[in-house]
């Protein structure tokens, strides 16, 4: 069974950085996408940043210049670095991931389970 478990969020002052993590776990032949979304109370889910098992990134244009996508891929381990948060950043977070699992063919996306990340003075 694969999983993804995050770490990493709460509550920080406006200006301040927190970093995510999520590590995949379980039975996993390869991991392609990882990225993260976050989802503001009463809005829609977003895609925040991605990246990819080549190490392309992508990220939303709020979030240019101030977050930083990575992973480990020894670790199926996905990072990110939020520096300068806002406000308008705070939100649910949730990482995501597309994963074959062993024995398996094709990719499956997985969810985490979410982390708070709260920017207020």
């Known amino acids: 069974q694969v999983q993804l478990v995050e770490s990493g969020g709460g509550l920080v002052q406006p200006g301040g950085s927190l970093r995510l993590s999520c590590a995949a776990s379980g039975s996993i032949a390869s991991i392609n996408f990882m990225g993260w979304y976050r989802q503001a109370q009463g809005k829609q889910r977003e895609l925040v940043a991605s990246?990819?098992?080549?190490?392309?990134?992508n990220y939303a244009d709020s979030v240019k210049g101030r977050f930083t996508i990575s992973r480990d891929n020894a670790k199926n381990t996905v990072y990110l670095q939020m520096n300068s948060l806002k406000p308008e950043d705070t939100a649910v977070y949730y990482c995501?991931?597309?994963?074959?699992?062993?024995?398996?063919?094709?990719?499956?996306?997985?969810w985490g389970q979410g982390t708070q990340v709260t920017v207020s003075s």
């Open positions: 990246i990819t098992n080549a190490g392309s990134t």
């Open positions: 995501n991931a597309e994963i074959r699992p062993r024995y398996t063919f094709g990719n499956r996306p997985y």
